[in-house]
Structure formats: C-alpha cells, structure tokens
C-alpha cells in the first residue's frame, strides 16, 4: 500500500512538470505572438501613437512574462525534481526492503 501511495506521488510529479513545461511553452508562444502582432502592425503603417502604446504594453507583458517563467524555473521546478527524488529513492529502498 505505501508503495503505491509513493507511485501515486511519483505520478503526480511527473505530471504537474509536465503542466509547468505546457504552460511554459504556452506563454512563450502568446509572447511570440504578441511581438509578430505588434511587428506586423509595424510594417502596415500603423498610427506612431498607438504603436507607441501598444509597445509599452508589450514590453509590460514580456516583463511579466519573464518574472514568471524565471518564477516557474526556479521555484517549482526545483521543488517538484527533488521531490521526484526524494520519492524515487524511497520506492528503491522500499522495494529493496520488500525483496
């Protein structure tokens, strides 16, 4: 039963890594996006002053970005690998032990 419950959270790890890894690669394409955007509003002669304001907000927005994705890199990816192995270990012990 435990190691099934340590599976379980194994599992739950690698899952919600795998969350972090698709909302990170969902932010960096709406990012992309918004730049492409903001290039093509560019290069089909938009209003200076409007442009003006939509790249403040861009680089607001790529700002934001940045602290979150550093946020996501440094705090819960660190976190959810060491809990990963931390579990790992202790199902190789488990199973050592159960042998």
Same mark, same amino acid.
């Given at each position: 039963? *435990?190691?099934?419950?340590?599976?379980?959270?194994?599992?739950?790890?690698?899952? +919600?890594?795998?969350? !972090?890894?698709?909302?990170?690669?969902?932010?960096?394409?709406?990012?992309?996006?918004?730049?492409?955007? !903001?290039?093509?509003?560019? *290069? *089909?002669?938009? *209003? $200076?002053?409007?442009?003006? +304001?939509?790249?403040?907000?861009?680089?607001?927005?790529?700002?934001?970005?940045?602290?979150?994705?550093?946020?996501?890199?440094?705090?819960?990816?660190?976190?959810?690998?060491?809990?990963?192995? $931390?579990? $790992?270990? +202790? !199902?190789?012990?488990? !199973? $050592?032990?159960?042998?």
């Amino acid at each position: 039963m *435990a190691q099934m419950d340590m599976a379980d959270q194994l599992g739950w790890c690698i899952t +919600t890594k795998d969350y !972090l890894s698709q909302l990170e690669n969902e932010l960096l394409f709406i990012s992309k996006q918004y730049g492409d955007l !903001l290039n093509d509003l560019q *290069a *089909a002669g938009y *209003a $200076k002053q409007g442009l003006d +304001t939509i790249r403040g907000n861009y680089q607001r927005f790529e700002s934001e970005i940045d602290d979150l994705l550093r946020h996501l890199r440094s705090d819960h990816y660190d976190y959810i690998d060491k809990q990963c192995e $931390k579990i $790992k270990n +202790t !199902l190789n012990v488990m !199973l $050592k032990n159960s042998t």
